[in-house]
């Protein structure tokens, strides 16, 4: 993934994520803020109580102030413990739900994406998002939350302690404020560089993860081992590299607020000290101005650093916006209705179509699936045998000519409605991690039990399937890893029975199988094929020498079209791959 570029605060990402949320837990913020509220008065009370504590119990000495002084401040840090464990939770769970509610906007996002979104976009890339961004958020609400209601109540409590006490001590301990915050702003620009660089670092560990754990047989295989943990190394050591750095930024705001707080502090002293010694101030004036003083260099710090702060949760809060955000290239039109299907007759019409419009895939194609029949497409690797699946499917939509379903151009219909027609088994088989019944049932979901079991029988799958340990509860494992090729394969064509759709896209089905099972796939499909529509890719001749309609691509155009017999006897591109794979043409 690549870094977004550091940019100044986006105040209209950050007001849109504040109005957006703060709106919907209105409630629980104005409790959580009158409970920090609570915790900065009682802060400021303790500060104040300083002076009646020095001049009534240690110079006056009188016992009754002793004993309702030690009272308050028992009934004070009660208050103030019980208001602080109450804000800390309920802002804990007001960020919970946000961090789910923007997991949830994320993930609906993706779903709605198309293909073209998902060639952009790394697994890497998406997973980081939708874990460290979601975070982002409620780290960024919070942390306006805790600032406002805490930390500013806070400092604006325990300085009404100290204007009480002495204005001009108060103008002398805030004489450093403008130069801190001159080198505060310097360091904004760097902190949101090095934060982008950060999340794309961890977006590279996730990718690295992500390949040796889909990956592991053959980085075994080929003794990998070394090169994997060596790109892990780099991407482990880089966020390494730049959270250090990151600290190193953050950090140095520490040394300066402590020197200049340091030099407050003296000043105070110095000036206070000479108040008491030469024009006969109170000592309990003083010391509850230094208390409010010293207690209000905490909340300082931590408003101070805010603009900082902000600046880092800020990338991934724009980050959680770019995404949620984006736009489908292909959508349903605004008059978009519902495909119904008669017979199922898919028919292109002059399409051209490239994934870069510079470099099509498809030239000029027309083609017609009857209904009902079989029709194949062959040809080398490259011709656009796939692509034709993928407009059929209006993944993508084509950049000249229209596709038709029984007359109906498929751009002006509802995708769902067109997938609800459409049946896939792909040679390249998804399994969800399940057990094998959930997926089977993935083709029709809410078909009975019996209905998914005959859906087996007619793929060859339940003879298996029943000699497993837990039968149909089985999990497959990520990716049906604990299930081999070809029962994957059966699986897949069982959740394509099941599915019971008028319009079969076959794209070769038995890949995967042997000898046996590719025999009994054959019978199976033969019965599924009867009286649909059927598109099916295949690189063994042998299996679409049946079809009722054979269609030979070459570099993206129909080079032949007719059936079996016919495509051999012409003695062109068909016969010529029929003897590559056979010998003879016979």
């Known amino acids: 993934m690549q870094p977004i570029k550091p940019r100044r605060p986006d105040l209209p990402v950050l007001r849109r994520l504040v109005s957006e949320n703060f709106r919907r837990f209105a409630p629980q913020y104005a409790v959580a803020l009158a409970l920090m509220a609570i915790v900065a008065v009682t802060t400021g009370i303790s500060a104040w109580l300083m002076k009646d504590l020095i001049n009534k119990v240690f110079v006056d000495r009188d016992p009754w102030y002793m004993w309702v002084i030690c009272g308050a401040v028992v009934a004070l840090y009660t208050l103030k413990g019980a208001a602080s464990y109450g804000q800390e939770v309920l802002l804990a769970r007001v960020g919970n739900n946000i961090v789910a ?23 890497s890339e998406l997973i980081t998002r939708l874990t460290q961004n979601a975070q982002a958020a409620s780290v960024t609400l919070n942390l306006v939350a805790t600032s406002l209601g805490r930390d500013l109540f806070t400092l604006a409590s325990l300085l009404a302690v100290m204007l009480s006490q002495d204005a001009l001590l108060t103008a002398i301990a805030l004489i450093g404020m403008p130069v801190l915050f001159l080198a505060l702003s310097r360091l904004l620009k760097l902190v949101r560089k090095l934060f982008s660089r950060e999340v794309a670092s961890l977006a590279s560990i996730v990718a690295t993860m992500q390949e040796t754990v889909h990956g592991i047989r053959v980085i075994k295989a080929f003794r990998l081992e070394d090169t994997m943990r060596a790109r892990m190394e780099d991407s482990v050591s880089s966020v390494e590299r730049l959270a250090n750095r990151m600290a190193r930024v ?11 707080g340091g030099v407050a502090v003296a000043s105070v002293i110095f000036y ?3 108040r008491v010694i030469y024009t006969g101030a109170t000592p309990g004036e003083f010391f509850a101005f230094i208390t409010a003083l010293l207690m209000a260099t905490d909340p300082a710090r931590r408003l101070a650093r805010l603009n900082l702060t902000l600046a880092a949760a800020s990338v991934g809060v724009r980050m959680l916006y770019e995404m949620i955000d984006s736009r489908p290239v292909v959508v349903d039109p605004p008059d978009a209705a519902p495909l119904a299907v008669a017979g199922g007759e898919v028919r292109f019409h002059g399409v051209s179509f490239g994934y870069d419009p510079a470099a099509p ?26 692509t034709v699946f993928n407009l059929v499917l209006r993944f993508w939509t084509p950049q000249a000519g229209r596709v038709d379903i029984d007359g109906v151009d498929l751009a002006g219909v509802t995708a769902a409605s067109l997938y609800d027609q459409v049946a896939l088994v792909s040679q390249d088989v998804f399994l969800f991690d399940g057990t094998i019944a959930e997926n089977i049932l993935r083709g ?17 799958a339940h003879d298996f399937i029943t000699r497993l340990p837990n039968g149909y509860e089985t999990r497959v494992g990520e990716f049906g890893g604990q299930l ?42 033969q019965v599924l094929m009867k009286n649909r529509t059927t598109l099916i890719i295949a690189h063994r001749l042998a299996t679409v020498a049946a079809a009722d309609r054979i269609y030979v691509l070459d570099h993206g155009r129909v080079a032949e079209q007719g059936a079996h017999a016919e495509l051999l006897r012409r003695d062109g591109l068909y016969a010529r791959l029929y003897q590559l794979q056979f010998g003879s043409a016979a």
């Open 101 to 123: 509610t923007m997991q949830r906007r994320i993930f609906d996002t993706m779903l709605r994406q198309d293909l073209a979104f998902f060639q952009r976009h790394a697994s």
């Open 250 to 260: 953050q950090a140095g705001t520490v040394p300066l607020i402590d020197t200049l």
């Open 272 to 274: 206070g000290g000479w």
């Open 361 to 386: 895939v498809l030239h000029d194609v027309d083609l017609v699936a009857e209904a009902g029949r079989t029709t194949a497409l062959v040809g080398l690797s490259g011709s656009g045998k796939s």
């Open 444 to 460: 029709r979901p809410g078909a009975s039990e019996a209905e998914m079991i005959e859906a087996a029988r007619a793929a060859s």
């Open 484 to 525: 081999s090729g070809g029962q994957r394969q059966r699986v897949s064509i069982a959740r394509a029975f099941l599915k019971n759709a008028p319009i079969l896209l076959l794209d070769e089905p038995t890949s995967a199988l042997d000898a046996e099972s590719d025999a009994a796939i054959q019978k199976a499909l």
